[in-house]
C-alpha cells in the first residue's frame, strides 16, 4: 500500500512539476540527473516514513497484543524494543519498494521534450 501511495505521489508530482522538468533539460540536465532526482526524493519520503514507523510501532504493538490477547490467547509483551535485525530488514524493503515505486514516474520524466515541457501550462 505504502509503494502504491508513493507511486502514485511521484506520478503526480513529475506532472506538477513538468516545467521545472522543462527548464533543467534546458540548461542541459542528462535523464539520468533528471531520474536521479525523482528516485532521490521518493527515498526521501520512504526513508522519512520508516524512520516515523519505527517508534510508533511500540505503542502499536503493546495495544494490538492486548486487544489479542483478550480475544484469543494471552500474549506475554514483556519486550518493547524491536528486534534490530527486523528494523534494518524493514529499512531494506523499504528502500527497495521505494526505487520500484519511483522507476516508472522517473521513466516518464526523462520521456517529457524541453519543448513540450515549456510549453505546458
Not at 101 to 107: D, E, I, M, V
Request: aromatic share 6%.
Amino acid at each position: 500500500v505504502g509503494g502504491l501511495g508513493l507511486a502514485s505521489t511521484m506520478s503526480l508530482s513529475v506532472l506538477e512539476r513538468t516545467r521545472e522538468i522543462g527548464v533543467l533539460r534546458a540548461i542541459g540536465a542528462r535523464h539520468r540527473a533528471i531520474l536521479t532526482m525523482i528516485q532521490v526524493e521518493g527515498l526521501v519520503i520512504a526513508l522519512a516514513s520508516w524512520a516515523l514507523a519505527i517508534p510508533l510501532s511500540i505503542p502499536m504493538s503493546t495495544v494490538l497484543g492486548r486487544a489479542f490477547g483478550r480475544i484469543l490467547l494471552p500474549v506475554r509483551n514483556e519486550t518493547l524494543i524491536p528486534d534490530p535485525g527486523g528494523v534494518f530488514l524493514w529499512l531494506g524493503v523499504v528502500v527497495i519498494v521505494s526505487l520500484l515505486a519511483c522507476a516508472w514516474p522517473g521513466y516518464r520524466a526523462t520521456r517529457i521534450t524541453t519543448a513540450a515541457a515549456l510549453a505546458y501550462e
